[in-house]
């Protein structure tokens, strides 16, 4: 589970490596993991809710290789908007006309993105997001950090060897969380993928993402008070300004384990879609 990928073109041709699972007439899900995240860091989410929702996902543009053993294409865009389009491509790959779209750390803003540039989503559950809000909210050493690395990194190909040197020392990979790192090492796994990630995920930390708050459609946002990876002020000015918001900051849970799906957080999710469900029938 979930099986072999579906590869499905985006709006400019980039092949993108696609999951799905769950019945075919089912509400549809689209899970936006993390940039540059491995599908497998999706599985829980994709299991948990796939019994009464038709569930996709996809992977990073340019990140993966090809199965035929061509290695990585061409990475032919790497802004927050054309990741945006990813999933609208993705939608359109399965024949999805519109879904709820769950979005997790970066990925919640890659989801506000395709929002704003379509109705197709129809609600937004955004989890731990990782957000540019300029000065309307704090971010953590960590974010600060992973900007200045993802910056030099996204400089050119030299600066991210000289980067991945660094990154490949054992006190780096000692931190990672062991059931999980196979997973988040991959996007520093060689130089090319990490000057790639820094294009990309680069371009999801320093985008400014006041301007797709206008008008979104209903959504759940939810952080932790103990999130120091990104800071759960980010996710509190996110539902201050949404149109149609709810805020649940819970007491517990780093930032990872909202990869976790947790009977908790899957508990909210369902109950959220479940009212988005409601409603939609409401209204036809």
């Given amino acids: 589970f979930p099986g072999r990928p579906v590869v499905v073109p985006a709006h400019d041709g980039t092949p993108l490596r696609c999951w799905a699972a769950g019945p075919e ?13 491995p599908s497998g860091l999706s599985v829980r989410w994709m299991a948990a809710l796939s019994s ?3 569930v996709v996902t996809w992977e990073s543009r340019g990140l993966f290789a090809a199965e035929d053993g ?8 790497h802004g927050l908007d ?37 109705d197709r989503i129809t609600s937004l559950s955004l989890w731990h997001g990782d957000y540019e809000l300029g000065g309307g909210a704090p971010k953590t050493a960590h974010q600060r950090d992973m900007e200045s690395l993802l910056a030099m990194a996204a400089r050119g190909r030299r600066q991210a060897a000289g980067m991945h040197r660094l990154m490949s020392r054992p ?20 130089p090319e993928l990490l000057y790639r990630y820094g294009l990309l995920n680069g371009a999801i930390m320093s ?11 209903p959504a759940l946002v939810v952080t932790s008070a103990k999130d120091s990876t990104a800071h759960p002020a980010g996710s509190a000015y996110v539902a201050a300004h ?29 109950r959220f879609l479940c009212d988005m469900t409601t409603e939609d029938r409401k209204g036809t």
């Fill in 171 to 190: 006190p780096t990979l000692e931190v990672l969380r062991p059931d999980i790192a196979h997973y988040l090492i991959h996007p520093y796994a060689t």
């Fill in 52 to 54: 009464t929702h038709r």
């Fill in 25 to 37: 007439g089912a509400p549809a899900v689209a899970v936006v993991s993390a940039c540059g995240m």
């Fill in 82 to 118: 054309v990741q945006g389009d990813d999933l609208l491509a993705v939608l359109d790959g399965f024949g999805i006309r519109g879904a709820h779209a769950m979005g997790l750390c970066g990925g919640a803003a890659i989801a506000l993105s395709a929002a704003a540039r379509s």
């Fill in 242 to 270: 949404l149109p149609r918001a709810e805020l649940r900051t819970l007491p517990e849970g780093d930032h990872l384990t909202a990869f976790d799906a947790g009977s908790e957080l899957v508990g909210l999710a369902r």
């Fill in 207 to 217: 985008t400014d993402c006041r301007p797709l708050l206008a008008t979104a459609p």
């Fill in 70 to 77: 061509s290695g990585l294409g061409e990475l032919k865009g």
